[in-house]
Every structure is written in structure tokens, then in C-alpha cells.
């Protein structure tokens, strides 16, 4: 146990990590040419936060958070979401007052106690965007537009861009009433976790994905025959602006987002790569959550993505991603007497942000010319007695196995100018 990461949590080992490099970078591109402004929260908020913010009838809240008290008796919760922390800080730091508009994006870890399996992980990544303040369908069309650059960025292919709309305080409740009066003498065959639903909140049925309730949802009436006028615009211009953009969807009147607060639009995309777990993002317009949380009424739309899952398409559709280029050049010593002046010579190099290494092991010269080997640097200093005697090098480049000595004080100028010379002749 001791030498084991806890059950849903992995290790991002060297060997993946500049897959996160460069999903990260990109995430950073791309949204700040899309004006949006990165905000970090805390890893933990006080639990009212999501009961109230995600709803009290989600998965989420009902049975997938991570919640515990402090030494006070306060109850705490892992953020399963980064949602509500962006909303509780835009009130508590009145960001609205710089603009009227407030366009934000996170990245960061997300904690879920559900059961693990491929695509899903009690500790994962995700990022996201929020657009706080505008009620125009244009926003929604840019929060989609921006989430698809992403991805299109990467590079990644064969993705499904699902559309919905989940209606309002005006025409929702109509709806669910008429979702009721469906299911009322269908019940039987509902799964226990659908009764309890049915109860609370009917939409969320439509959600499931077990196979016995995925037969009922599938013949229910349709949302967008009782969409209120507002909603039934707001929709209809959204797609307006997205086939003005070439952004193309499947209208999916079963989609419903795992959050209580969306309003209107809802979306997810799908990756046609993944098995069961194939969301790599969703999702909509939550009108009410800021004044849920003790704002002012505030219109917002917004996305979250897992990076996780990301990344998987990404391996899958073996996409090419930049690698960490490694050590360049490598300081070697006959004996250790030579530590010193070898230390200062590697720092000088480093200091010229030239990524060099130095044996910590006391090996012998040959050990550490089969490490420099390993490391794949370019060229290696050796420093032995006769060196040492001249305030010399032996400088040996790795490639052709050429070598010459050279004065110690002329390393960085001739390493900088070798460098310099493999760069020109690259492009
Ligand atoms: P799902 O139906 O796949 O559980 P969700 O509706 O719970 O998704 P959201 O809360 O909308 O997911 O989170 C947005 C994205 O975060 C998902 O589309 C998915 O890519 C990712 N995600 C959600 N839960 C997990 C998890 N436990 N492990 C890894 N990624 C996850
Ligand atoms: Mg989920």
C-alpha cells in the first residue's frame, strides 16, 4: 500500500509529460486570442458551495464528492468542478465592476469519488472557459467556436459537436411535467436510481445510460415542443451563428448536461475514438447560478473539457507533439578533483540556458560517455589532467566523434556559435 497511488489517481510520469505541455500551451493560445483571462481558485471550498451550485439532485453532489471537515468543524469539499469556485469568485471579488462582460478560463485538478474506469478517475484535469454576464445566443456561439479551436488546434479528428437546449424557469417546468405524466406508468421499468429521479428532477432519466431506461427515454416527447418563445430564439439564432461560423452539429433533444443550474443551451463534444466514457467536453448557459450563489441575476454560458481524456485521443490518433529536445551538452571528469571547475563550467553553460549535465555518480569516463550517449548530448567536455594542466577541454562532438581541444575560457563562445551554426542549418 505504501508504494501505491489511491484508487482513480494516477502518476503523470516524464515520459507523458510533454503531451500536458503542449495541451497546456495550447489551451493558453488559444483562448487569450479569444480574450479570455485565466483565473486559479482554491483546490477545496466550503461544501454549500457545489450542493447549491451544482444541485442537490446531481450525481455529483448526491455521491461523487470528496467532503471532510476542517479542524473547526467546517464542512470542506474537493472542488469536483471548476464552475461554481469561477462564479463564487466573480461575486466575492465583484469582477463585473472592470467589465460588464468577464471572460475567464481555468486548468486544474477536479476530484470525483466514482467508481474508476477507462475515462474516468477520482483525481483528473480539466479545463474550462466562462463567459459571466452577456444573455445573447452570440456568446454561446463563441464559447462553442473557442472550444472547437482547441481541439483543432491539437489537431484531433473525428469529433461530434451535440446540441440541446434544456429551456428555462419559464417553459422547464412545463416540461418536466409532461416528462412525468410519460414516465408515470413506465416507472416499473426504470432503474432505482431513475425512481428516485422521476421524484426529483425527471429530466436527469434522460441521462442514463442504463440500457433499460435508455428504451423509454428514447420514445419521450421532445423538449423543443414546449420551449418557451424566448428559448425557441434564443436556439434558433444560436445555430444561425454557428453555421455562420461552418460550425457543424447534431441537435440531440435528449442531451442533458449532470448540472441542475443550466438553462437554454446545453452541448457536449464526443470523441469518436472513446468507448463508453467518449465526452471529451461539454457545456451551456447556466442563467441562474450567480444569483443562486448570492449575485445579482447575471446571464453566463460556459465549457469544461477533461484533459485527460484529451490526451488519450490524442495517443490514439498518434498526433505529433513537440519533445523535450534534452541535454545538450554533457561535462565529463578522469577524477573528481576536477569537480569544482566542472561545476562551473556546466553552470556557466546552463546559465546560457543551454541544457547541460554533469556525472553525480563518481563514474569512470568511459561510464559517463555511455551516459552522455543515453542522455543523447550533443557534445561532451572532458576535463582530465592533461586538460586541467593547458585550462583547456576536450571538446567531442557526439555525432561525427570529432574533437579538439579548446580554452576553458572560450566554452560558452564556441558552444554558443555551434549551436547557433546546427540552428541556421536546420531551417
Ligand atoms: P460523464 O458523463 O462523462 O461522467 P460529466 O457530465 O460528469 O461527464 P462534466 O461534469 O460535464 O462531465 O465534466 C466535463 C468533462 O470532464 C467531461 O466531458 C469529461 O471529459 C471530463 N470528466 C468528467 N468526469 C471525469 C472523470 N471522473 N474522470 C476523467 N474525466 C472526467
Ligand atoms: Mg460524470
Known sequence: MLAKAPKGTSDILPSRIDYWYYLENIIKEVLQNYGYQEIRTPAFEYTELFVRGIGA???????????????????????????????RAYIEHNLKRENPLVKLFYLGSMFRCEKPQAGRYRQFNQFGLEAIGSPLPIIDAEIISASLAIYQKIGLTDLSLMLNSVGCRECRPKYLAVLREYFLDKRDSLCPDCLLRYEKNPLRILDCKKEQCQKIVKKCPSIFDYLCEDCATHFLKLRQYLDTLGIVYQINPLLVRGLDYYTKTAFEIISGELGAQNAVGGGGRYDYLVEELGGNYTPAVGFAAGMERIIETMIKQSIKIPVWEGIKVFVATTDASYFVTALEIVNQIREKGIAAEIDFLGKSLK????????????????LGQEEWQEKKVTIKDMVNSSQEKILITEILAYLQ??????????S
Open 57 to 87: 439532485t446531481t450525481d455529483i453532489v448526491n455521491k461523487e464528492m470528496f467532503t471532510f471537515q476542517d479542524r473547526k468543524g467546517r464542512s470542506l469539499t474537493l472542488r469536483p468542478e471548476g464552475t461554481a469556485p469561477v462564479v
Open 417 to 426: 556559435s555551434l549551436f547557433l551554426k546546427k540552428e541556421s542549418g536546420k
Open 367 to 382: 561510464a559517463q560517455m555511455r551516459l552522455a550517449n543515453k542522455l543523447k548530448a550533443s557534445y561532451v567536455l572532458i
